[in-house]
Every structure is written in structure tokens, then in C-alpha cells.
């Protein structure tokens, strides 16, 4: 059992404040602030460390709810619903972002990095909510509406208490938590300089091992992707105020997720049978029978189709690809020769997630054929990545390699959608075989095809 941190929030952060002032203003501006205090006390940069380690759950969380919300809607459907459709798209791809600036962020304080995640179904106090994959709905939006919002939305008070009794009302009345207030929080302890000095913090790490924002396509500061380097506090608190304006904090601005996701709530229809969600389950899984906690919802979203079983495991074990291209591309110092390949695989495997995410939504959940499947997101048994860098290129020899089987391992009855996907996925597993062999100087298996 791990050692249990509590947490307490606040409305009226008057610290943030008074260190916002004493620092000379730098960082997001304070007014109407909300923040939380931990317990037991920590010294300020393992509590800095805590919280950025919370922040990159939070971030990946949402990141994958939000993926699984916009593909569960028809891409067929009107204009406004596929408006709707990108707008979610583009927030989950503003969260990587975020995710990306949080690992910059534990380097510059010298935390370790992190790319874990909460499960389903698991409840802590740091999370908005407890994480759930679901078709997107008018109590799914409430949620992402109330974990967006800051502590002062200036929206409609009647769409405000719409929002609040449904993002309560499926979990037991559990308060759903202001990610802003934890970026508030992080940026009252580093802007501390009394508290935490320049001493302990690592700014040659921007140079020679944080994630530069071109590799991974993101700007230099004027958005959306909002990824940059962090060399000084100054930087950090800039980097911390735009992830917080951008939507997890307190200032609003025209395209801040909070807004985004109150202009789809206001124009959602009052049932959610006459919206254009697909009838994709929620916290759709492999999990065998009788094995994993069966509560309702693992039931209810448990896939036993055989031949959509194996697709979601392939969406599976890609998304474990993902995140090994990306622990590695995020170990090795950007000037290696291997940086840019590295980061070139994490973006392909992400198009195979969305290529194998949007094909779920088509196939049957059950062994008889009823029901839609739906992307599971089911992460592996560790997120452990090998310290040695010859393990760490036989670890993705070996992800590869069992990437391949799982494509043999269809059945013939693809039809020529299915197919286009097999097709493509292959593409990209022999595009990281060639990468690897390359990188390492051993070729590739001889391929059958």
C-alpha cells in the first residue's frame, strides 16, 4: 500500500498572491484564485514533484477520455456535430501538449518523469473525476465543463447549475476537482524563492535532455500546442499561466477548453437519445470474466466479439508503443542522432490509434454480434522503461516484433475498411523496423510479405 497523501481546497489562494508579488508579478494573474494544500507537509520540490506527477495523470486522463468521447461521434454527422467532432480533437491533442510541458517541467525541478495515468474504475481526491471512457453525452460534457471551469466562469447561473447537478449526480454526489487549482498551487511553490531557491532547480536540463517544442510540432509560446523548454523560473511560471489560461486554470480566454466544452453543453440536445453519439459502451475492455473487479461497467463494456477482441488488443499494445516511443524519445538528449526518429515513431503511433480507435466504433462489442466496440485504452502491466540503453532498443525490438504477429493473427473476414487499416498499420511497423535497425545497426527480420 502506498503512503496516502490528503488534499484540501481552497477558494482564495491569498499566498499565491503575496508570492506572486514578492516575484515581481511574473506568472498567471491571481484574482479569484482557487488552490489545495497537501498533507503530511512536504518540502517545497517534493511537493512540486508530487503535484506535477499528478498533473501528468491528470493531463493523460483527460487526454484519452476526450479521444474516446469524439470518436464515439458519427463522422457522418451534421456540420455542427463535426465541428464538434475536430474541436474535442484539437483539446485532447492540447492536453499531450500539456503532458509534454509537465515532463519539462519535472526535469527543470529535477523530479523523474511520468507516464502513468488513473484506471478505471479508481476515484482519488487530486482527479476532477474518476476516469471513465463513454460515448459523449450531456453528463460527460457537465464533467468536462466543471473540471475546466475557473473559480469565476461568467457563464449563464442557470447553465452553471445544470452543469454542476449533472457532473455530481452519476458518482454519488462527489465534487468534481478544478484542475486549476493544482496549476495554481505549483505556481505559488515555484515562484518561491525564498522556499524553494535557484539552487534546486536544473535549468542546463533545457538544453540537454527537455522535450524542444519543433521536434514535436508545437510552437514557441503563441499556441495551441503550448510546449515549450524551461530554463528559468520566469519560464516555468510563463509555461505553468499559458497550460492554466489554455483551460485547466482560472482566466478565460475565446478558445480555452472550458469554453469550448460549455458551447457544445449549451447546444446539446436535453436527451442524449437525439444527439449523434454512437452506442459505444463505456470503459469499453478485454478484461476476461469473473477475473478483474466485474463490476457493472466492465461488464456492460467488455468486449467478446473474437475478431473485435484482437482489434482491441492491437489498439492496445500500440498504445504501449506509444508511450515506449515517447519515454524513449523523452530519455535520450535531443542532439543524439536518434532523437528525431524517436519522436517521428511517437507520431506514428499515434495515427495508428486513431486509424484502430475510429475502426472499434464500427465493429460488434459481443460474441453475437450486438452492441458497437470501442477504443479500451488498457494500459500494459508496467510503464517501467528499461535504464540501459541497449535494453531500451531490444524493448522496442520486441514491441515491434509483437505488433507484427497481432496483424497475423487476424482472420480473413476483414472487409476492405478493415483491410485499409491492416494495410496501413503494417506500413508503420515496417517503417519502425527499418528505424530500429538503422539506430542499432542490426536489420530487420526478413519480411513474409
Do not use: C
Not at 503535484?51 to 458519427?74: D, F, K, N, P, R
Not at 482560472?250 to 440536445?269: A, G
Not at 454512437?278 to 463490476?295: F, K
Amino acid at each position: 500500500m502506498r503512503a496516502h497523501v490528503k488534499v484540501r481546497f481552497r477558494q482564495d489562494d491569498s499566498t499565491l498572491a503575496a508570492v506572486m508579488a514578492d516575484a515581481g508579478g511574473q506568472g498567471a494573474s491571481v484574482g479569484g484564485r482557487s488552490t489545495l494544500e497537501v498533507a503530511p507537509a512536504m518540502s517545497p520540490r517534493d511537493e512540486a514533484t508530487f503535484l506535477l506527477h499528478t498533473a501528468a495523470e491528470i493531463e493523460h486522463a483527460l487526454m484519452v477520455q476526450y479521444l474516446y468521447a469524439a470518436w464515439s461521434l458519427a463522422p457522418q454527422a451534421p456540420m455542427a456535430v463535426q465541428r464538434w467532432r475536430r474541436d474535442i480533437l484539437q483539446v485532447a491533442r492540447e492536453e499531450m501538449a500539456h503532458f509534454a510541458s509537465v515532463q519539462n517541467l519535472l526535469r527543470f525541478v529535477g523530479g523523474p518523469l511520468n507516464f502513468d495515468r488513473e484506471d478505471f474504475p479508481f476515484r482519488s481526491e487530486f482527479y476532477p473525476f474518476p476516469l471513465r471512457l463513454e460515448p459523449l453525452g450531456r453528463a460527460s460534457l457537465a464533467r468536462y465543463v466543471a473540471a475546466e471551469m475557473p473559480a469565476e466562469p461568467g457563464i449563464d447561473p442557470e447553465l452553471l447549475t445544470t452543469v454542476r447537478a449533472l457532473a455530481t449526480g452519476d458518482d454519488n454526489g462527489q465534487p468534481v476537482n478544478r484542475v486549476g487549482a493544482l496549476y495554481n498551487r505549483l505556481t505559488t511553490l515555484l515562484a518561491d524563492q525564498h522556499r524553494l531557491p535557484g539552487s534546486l532547480l536544473r535549468p542546463d536540463s533545457a538544453a540537454a535532455i527537455q522535450a524542444p517544442p519543433a521536434r514535436y510540432r508545437a510552437d514557441a509560446g503563441q499556441g495551441p500546442l503550448f510546449l515549450r523548454v524551461v530554463a528559468s523560473r520566469d519560464q516555468a511560471l510563463s509555461l505553468l499561466n499559458d497550460i492554466a489560461s489554455q483551460g485547466e486554470g482560472e482566466d478565460r480566454i475565446l478558445d480555452s477548453h472550458f469554453l469550448t466544452f460549455v458551447e457544445i453543453f449549451d447546444n446539446w440536445p436535453t436527451a442524449d437519445r437525439d444527439a449523434h453519439s454512437l452506442q459505444v459502451p463505456t470503459d469499453a475492455n478485454t478484461t476476461p470474466s469473473g477475473v478483474e473487479r466485474d463490476d457493472a461497467d466492465l461488464t456492460s463494456g467488455r468486449i467478446t466479439h473474437p475478431h473485435a477482441r484482437t482489434w482491441a488488443w492491437i489498439f492496445n499494445h500500440h498504445y504501449r508503443m506509444l508511450l515506449a516511443w515517447l519515454q524513449h524519445a523523452l530519455v535520450t538528449p535531443p542532439k543524439a542522432a536518434t532523437s528525431a526518429g524517436l519522436s517521428l515513431r511517437a507520431f506514428a503511433e499515434m495515427l495508428v490509434l486513431s486509424e484502430v480507435g475510429q475502426l472499434l466504433t464500427t465493429l460488434p462489442r459481443t460474441a453475437d454480434g450486438m452492441g458497437r466496440a470501442g477504443a479500451t485504452f488498457e494500459l500494459p502491466y508496467s510503464l517501467a522503461f528499461p535504464d540501459l540503453p541497449a535494453d531500451r532498443w531490444d524493448y522496442q525490438r520486441d514491441l515491434v516484433s509483437s505488433a507484427r504477429g497481432q496483424l497475423d493473427a487476424l482472420d480473413a473476414s476483414m472487409g476492405p475498411t478493415e483491410d485499409a487499416v491492416r494495410r496501413r498499420l503494417l506500413g508503420s511497423i515496417r517503417a519502425a523496423e527499418r528505424f530500429l535497425a538503422a539506430a542499432t545497426q542490426r536489420p530487420p527480420a526478413e519480411d513474409p510479405a
